[in-house]
C-alpha cells in the first residue's frame, strides 16, 4: 500500500495490494480504483511465479512447494 501515492501520480486506474489502513482507503478513494484483495489471498498467486525466479536466478538451489495451504487468520 505504500505505492499508493506513485500510482495516483503515475496515473494508473487501479491499485490492487494485500493490505491497506482503512484510513488511507478511503483518503483516496476517489481518485483511483482500490482493490484491497488480502495478503494471504493475493499471495496464491505468486508462488509458482518466485519458485521459477529463485530457481532461475540461485543455480543449484531447488525449491519445493509445500502441499499446506492454509489461511493462519480466520475471518467471523
Known sequence: AFLLGDAIREGADAFVTG?????????HEQ??????????????YTKEIFKSIIEERCEGV????????????HYL
Not at 481518485?31 to 496464491?44: F, K
Not at 531447488?62 to 487468520?73: G, L, Q
Request: with cysteine.
Open 19 to 27: 493490505e491497506m489502513h482503512y484510513h488511507d482507503y478511503f483518503d
Open 31 to 44: 481518485e483511483i480504483q482500490i482493490c484491497v484483495i488480502g495478503h494471504y489471498q493475493s499471495e496464491q
Open 62 to 73: 531447488k525449491c519445493h512447494m509445500s502441499s499446506v495451504n492454509t489461511n493462519p487468520i
